[in-house]
Each structure stands twice: as structure tokens, then as C-alpha cells.
């Protein structure tokens, strides 16, 4: 057995109702967990502060000061030990609100502490609460020996009660390495190692607990950061690799007449750079044998539809039937139209299935895809449905990703003996490293690139007492025959006041445009379905020329003729939600604009998002402050993904280091796809055990 899944119990000192209040408290029950239990940060032993020097606006500090009372003062929840020192400098005082008798016992008037806290204050009083207290002598100094910086842990109240403060567990892993440091095996290769002149694993374990100096500390992180994101790469693209063996795939050998002609005499336009470099790889990806599992990212109007269409175009030029699957009736309908409009008449058949397909037609349109006549189905999950059967299903496009299951994509999967290829295109751009992490068993297209002659949107940014000037503006573009979007923010914490607002919002609107020189759609998330599609079918129709909303239009509907998106409060969106709304306007030929409108009070963050949204319309630029701003864990769709719990790298600011590994695993395997090498033996280890908290398929 690994002796580092060992229980706790088992290691001196921890004891049965220690281990398992750690077990309860963060988690910790094994030697590995506590091994990987690391320290949030690293107080500097060597540096005292006086006390006239410290103040709330330092981190947690040392200070070397003399208890000159205690007393247990206040009644039941109000009762608190204070405890006043002093240095040469001036008076520090302590105060404990819980604990306060066991710490009062331990606390000896007259005596010098090393006291270790948070300062605060009180009254104009420097104060502490809760700080950590040892006795000081200058041995128990010397004990601690050149090691200068000292871990801190997280612990709980709970575990206090147990003296596992970061202390307690400081002493706890410092007994665990002293004991079984020699047993911490390494799991990288070791010309890995030598080649990045990586620390050993030992070594890492041992300096990032208990760092020698600040050098080693950051060599430690360095190493066990490497070895992290190395072997979760090594696991993405494992599968990737297993499934390529596992699943066949159609071969499209030829590309033939259906692509041929609509590439030569139907496409009204050139094909940009990332578009003809996105269908090279599709074509690459669907010659091979393999089946294709590819998602296309790129901004709204990139151009991803296009490549979609032409890729099924070869699909069926291969004699495979094909479909694109919406999340909603809307967007499905627009494909719809879309790929209508771009074949053309008497091209090629294509037909729409949503849920409100009349059951006549369906009976039709099911008769036609079993017999294989209808090459090109557009819909929403009807499509997957068992009663829709397919004669040779050979290619799925699968649009806006994280609004389908993987379960829905493997239900497709299941629609044809060999499983069809399979694009997953969405206009949420995410950055490269979450990329590689998130969808690391997928193939990554990337359209970077809006199609030339496009007049980028113009974003502007004004204050609520600026809205006369946006009203004015308003008037003008509606003078001209232009739509407008107006949204407000729908955050489900204050339903009330968000309609509140969406209410006054309507009113002042109203007001404003007012009938019969004005039209408006209302659309909110209250309305039901009917009536939330006749106000919009209003708006699409060119009825009204304001759609006043909430978030609801964030994903679909496509209004040429809008030109303008208000954003109201915006400084309450998220970037990315910005951005997919932006997205909403400049979708024909005239110019358009977004006005984010704000108060005001900004936080840091709200400017730095209004400001990106001023400055860039890319949405892999944005994607990467969204990241910077609020770190993988947050970002949209990434939340329900256990591929994130990423322990000592992060990949907002480790992207150089992710870049490394994923690069080195893509080596390892062009050589060694089994594995099988000597100098890789082991890393068949780190598949067969639990390693780095990854939990991993046994290796075949
Ligand atoms: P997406 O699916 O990425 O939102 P679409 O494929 O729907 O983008 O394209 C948006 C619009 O731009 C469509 O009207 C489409 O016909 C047009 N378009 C696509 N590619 C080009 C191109 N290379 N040049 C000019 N217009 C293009
Ligand atoms: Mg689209």
C-alpha cells in the first residue's frame, strides 16, 4: 500500500479525535492529504515589528512584547479575555472572545511572547485579536533554525479547540515529513526533471512547508505547480487518445459537387484566414478514421456558422445525412433561416424540427431522414428525440456549449453505428489555458478574426446624469430607421429590486418615446413563453424600434437592423455578459453602437470591466482580464467542472508553465503513446495511484 494514504490515525500525534475533527474541518484523513495541505503564506521569522509600528494596514506580524495583566472582563457573549503587553515602543493589547479559559491558564504575566496576529485597533488602541502566543527564548529561537520563513495554515475554530491551529498543524506535517519525507516517491520522469531543472518531489514537499529561504520556496512552488497542471495534461490527453482508439469515425475521402459549387458559385463572400484555416482542420479531422470531437470558439458574427455549414456541405458530398442542434426554438429557427438564404433554392433540402413542428410535417420530415433524402436538419433537442431516427447520421454541429449536457451529446453520439463527427461551436471565447484544461480532450478551433469590411461596434461609456445625451442619441439613430436594445440587469438576489428598476427604466422610457411616434417591446423573465416570443417577433419584424428587456435576449435573436445596445447599470454585468450582448448589435451594415451606462460609484473591478469594453471588442482579450478579474473558478460554464480544482497552479497566472507541460505531455506521447518506454515507467505509477489528488482511469 502507498503509505500515503495511510490514515491519520496513524501518524504521532494526531490521535483519534484530532484526526478526525481534521477529517471533518478541511478535509484532511489521509498523510497525503495533510501532506497536501500547504500553507497560504509565509511569515518572515527574523522580522520583528515594535509596536508603535504596526497598524491594520499590514499582513499577519511578529512582535516581541511583555504580558503586564490579564483580565477576564464582560458577561456570557460579551465575555472576553484582554491580556495588555508592552514593548519599549508603546502597548499592544490582546483580546480572546472564545477559548477564553484554556488560553487564560496558559498565559503568564511578566513573561516575554513572541505574539503573532493581525493588528487592529480600538479606540486609538493597538489591538489583537485571537493572535497566536509562545513563550520567547532565544533557544526556542535558535530551535527553529535557519529556517527563516514559517508556514501558515488554514484552520478552523473548531480545530482550534484542539490545538490545531496553524501551529498544531504546522507541528502535525513537520512530524509526517520527519517521519516519511524518504517515502515520497517521484512521479516525473527524470529527464523532466533535468530538463527544466525541476526540484525533486521530496524536496518540493519538504521546502514548501518548510522553506530553507525564499529561493527554494518559489522552486518548491514551481515544481509542484509543474507537476500539477503535467499531470492533469497527461490525463486530458490520455482520454483524448483512448477515445481515438475507441471510436471509429467516418471517413469523408472526397470533397465533391455540393461543396464544390456552393464554394464557387454561392458563397457571396471570401472565407478569412481563421475560417479556411478552422475547415483545413475539420477536413484534416474527418480523413483520418478517427471521430472527431472539435470545438470552434469565436465571437458572434466570426463567421462560425459559415464553416459549419460548408463542413456538413462535405459531409454530404460523402453521403451522410448531418444537423446542427440550437438550445432554443429561436436560435434554431435563425440557423434555419440563415443556411436557408446561403443555399439558396433547389440546392439542397433543409428542413427545421423544433418542438412546435406540426405533428404532420414531422411524420414527413421523420420518413425523410430514414430514408436518407434529408441530408441538412436544423433544430433545438427535438432532434435527439428517439423516435427521430437517422438513415446515416455523419456529422453534428452542436451550437453554444454549455447549454447541452454531455449526456446530450453522447445521446447523438448513439444515433449512428459509427458515432458521427461531432462541432461544438460557441461564441463565449474562453482563454487558451481554460481551454486546455476545460475542454482538454477536445480539439481547439479558434476564429480570431471578424470578416473584413466590418465597422467594429463602437462601445461608449456614460454616467445615469448623462442620460439626456443618450436620449437625444436615441431619437437620432430611430430618425434614421434603426432598432434599440435597452437591458437591464436581472440578478436573482434581488428580483424585486431588479424589477423595480426594469419598471422606473419602462416608465422613464415610455415617457420619453411616447406612442404613436414610438413604439416598444417589453421583455422580461416574468412574461410567459407566448407572450415573451409575440414582443419579440414584434421587435424582429421591425414594429417596434425599442426592446426594452432584461438579460433574457443574452443568447439569441439576430436584428440586423438594431444598431444600438443600452446597457443599463452595467457596472453590475460581468465582462463576458457584456460582451454577449454587445455581440447582440452590429450585425448589419450600419454603424453600431453600445452605451453602458453606470453610476458614478465604481468599484476597481466595474471600471476595469467598463474600461475593457471601451477599449477592445475581442473576445479572447476580454476573456483573459475576465480571468485576471476574477479567476478560473468564476468564469461562466466553468463552475460545475471538477477539472479546475487545480491545488498550487493557477491558471490566470501560471499560463507560461501550463503551455510547458501540455507541450511536453504532446511530446511524450508522439513518442511513447503506451507509455512503454523505460524512462516513462513512471508515470504508469501516477495513473495507478491517486495521485496529486487527480483520481485517474487505471492505465490499459
Ligand atoms: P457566427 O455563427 O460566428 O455568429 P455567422 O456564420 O452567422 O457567424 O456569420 C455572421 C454574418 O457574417 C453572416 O451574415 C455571414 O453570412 C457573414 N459572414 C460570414 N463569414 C464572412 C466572411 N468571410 N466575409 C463576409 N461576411 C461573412
Ligand atoms: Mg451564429
Known amino acids: 500500500m502507498d503509505p500515503f494514504q495511510t490514515p491519520l490515525t496513524y501518524l504521532k500525534g494526531a490521535g483519534q479525535t484530532r484526526a478526525e475533527v481534521l477529517k471533518k474541518e478541511l478535509g484532511i484523513a489521509t498523510f497525503e492529504d495533510l501532506l497536501r495541505h500547504f500553507p497560504f503564506r509565509y511569515i518572515d521569522r527574523t522580522k520583528f515589528y515594535k509596536v508603535k509600528d504596526i497598524n491594520p494596514d499590514l499582513p499577519y506580524v511578529q512582535v516581541l512584547a511583555r504580558v503586564i495583566s490579564k483580565q477576564i472582563v464582560g458577561e456570557k457573549h460579551t465575555k472576553r479575555l484582554v491580556v495588555q503587553t508592552r514593548d519599549d515602543t508603546g502597548t499592544l493589547e490582546l483580546v480572546w472572545f472564545k477559548g477564553i479559559n484554556w488560553i487564560d491558564k496558559t498565559i503568564v504575566p511578566g513573561t516575554v511572547y513572541v505574539v503573532f496576529g493581525k493588528a487592529g485597533s480600538f479606540n486609538g488602541q493597538a489591538q489583537m485579536a485571537h493572535p497566536e502566543m509562545e513563550i520567547y527564548s532565544p533557544a526556542n529561537m535558535q530551535r527553529q533554525g535557519n529556517a527563516t520563513l514559517q508556514p501558515v495554515y488554514n484552520s478552523t475554530e473548531k480545530l482550534k479547540q484542539f490545538q490545531l491551529d496553524s501551529k498544531g498543524i504546522q507541528k502535525l506535517t513537520a512530524t509526517l515529513l520527519g517521519l516519511h519525507a524518504k517515502d515520497i516517491k517521484e512521479n ?25 529561504d525564499a529561493n527554494l520556496l518559489n522552486e518548491a512552488l514551481h515544481r509542484l505547480k509543474f507537476e500539477e497542471l503535467f499531470l492533469l495534461q497527461l490525463k486530458l490527453l490520455r482520454n483524448k487518445m483512448l477515445h481515438t482508439q475507441k471510436f471509429k469515425g467516418n471517413v469523408f475521402g472526397t470533397v465533391g459537387h455540393y461543396f464544390n459549387d456552393f464554394y464557387h458559385h454561392k458563397l457571396p463572400f471570401q472565407l478569412t484566414t481563421p475560417q479556411k484555416r478552422v475547415l483545413k482542420e475539420i477536413r484534416q479531422d474527418t480523413q483520418r478514421g ?53 443555399v439558396g433554392d433547389g440546392f439542397i433540402e433543409v428542413a427545421l424540427l423544433t418542438g412546435s413542428t406540426k405533428q404532420k410535417d414531422r411524420r414527413v420530415l421523420h420518413q425523410k431522414l430514414e430514408s436518407g433524402e434529408m441530408k441538412i436538419l436544423i433544430g433545438t433537442h427535438a432532434l435527439i428525440e428517439d423516435k427521430v431516427q437517422f438513415k446515416n447520421l455523419g456529422f453534428v454541429v452542436i451550437d453554444e456549449q454549455h447549454r447541452f449536457g454531455v449526456e446530450q451529446r453522447a445521446r447523438l453520439w ?47 461609456h456614460f454616467f445615469d446624469n448623462q442620460r439626456l445625451r443618450v436620449f437625444g442619441f436615441m431619437k437620432k439613430e430611430i430618425a434614421l430607421g434603426r432598432q434599440i436594445y435597452i437591458v437591464y440587469p436581472l440578478i436573482k438576489e434581488s428580483e424585486k429590486l431588479d424589477l423595480k428598476n426594469l419598471e422606473e427604466g419602462i416608465e422613464i422610457i415610455s415617457r420619453e418615446f411616447p406612442l404613436p411616434e414610438y413604439k416598444i417591446s417589453i421583455v422580461h423573465g416574468k412574461l410567459k413563453p407566448a407572450d415573451k416570443e409575440f414582443e419579440m417577433q414584434r421587435f424582429i419584424k421591425g414594429q417596434t424600434q425599442i426592446m426594452v428587456a432584461t438579460t433574457v435576449i443574452e443568447v439569441g435573436v439576430n436584428v440586423p437592423n438594431a444598431s444600438v445596445m443600452i446597457i443599463e447599470n452595467a457596472e453590475r454585468f460581468g465582462l ?5 450582448l454587445r455581440g447582440r448589435v452590429g450585425r448589419g451594415a450600419e454603424q453600431s453602437y453600445c452605451i453602458l451606462m453606470s453610476s458614478h ?58 503551455f510547458k507541460a501540455r507541450k511536453t505531455v504532446e511530446q511524450i506521447f508522439a513518442k ?21 489528488g487527480l483520481s485517474w482511469d487505471k492505465i490499459s
Open 414 to 460: 448513439r444515433k449512428n453505428v459509427v458515432p458521427p463527427h461531432i462541432l461544438v461551436m460557441t461564441a463565449t471565447p474562453i482563454p487558451r489555458t481554460l481551454a486546455m484544461t476545460l475542454y482538454g480532450d477536445l480539439d481547439v478551433s479558434v476564429i480570431d478574426e471578424l470578416p473584413a469590411g466590418r465597422k467594429p461596434i463602437q462601445t461608449l
Open 290 to 342: 478517427v471521430q472527431m470531437n472539435r470545438l470552434l470558439q469565436g465571437d458572434v458574427g466570426s463567421g462560425k456558422t459559415v464553416v459549419a455549414l460548408m463542413a456538413m456541405l462535405i459531409a454530404v458530398d460523402n453521403g451522410f445525412q448531418t444537423c446542427i442542434m440550437a438550445p432554443t426554438e429561436i436560435l434554431a429557427s435563425q440557423h434555419y433561416q440563415t443556411i436557408s438564404s446561403l
Open 188 to 212: 516525473l520522469p527524470l529527464y523532466i526533471i533535468q530538463h527544466f531543472k525541476l526540484l525533486g518531489r521530496a524536496d518540493a514537499y519538504r521546502n514548501i512547508h518548510f522553506p530553507a
Open 601 to 658: 460609484k465604481l468599484s476597481h473591478d466595474g471600471k476595469i470591466r467598463l474600461d475593457t469594453m471601451v477599449k477592445t471588442n475581442n473576445g479572447f482579450e476580454i476573456s483573459e482580464i475576465d480571468l485576471q478579474l476574477r479567476g478560473p473558478g468564476n468564469l461562466d460554464g466553468t463552475q460545475q467542472s471538477g477539472v479546475l480544482d487545480l491545488k498550487v497552479a493557477n491558471l490566470a497566472t501560471d499560463q507560461e508553465l501550463l
Open 576 to 580: 463576458s455578459q457584456l460582451h454577449q
Open 672 to 692: 511513447d503513446p503506451q507509455l512503454a518506454l523505460p524512462e516513462n515507467q513512471v508515470l504508469h505509477h501516477a495513473f495507478e495511484t491517486k495521485n496529486a
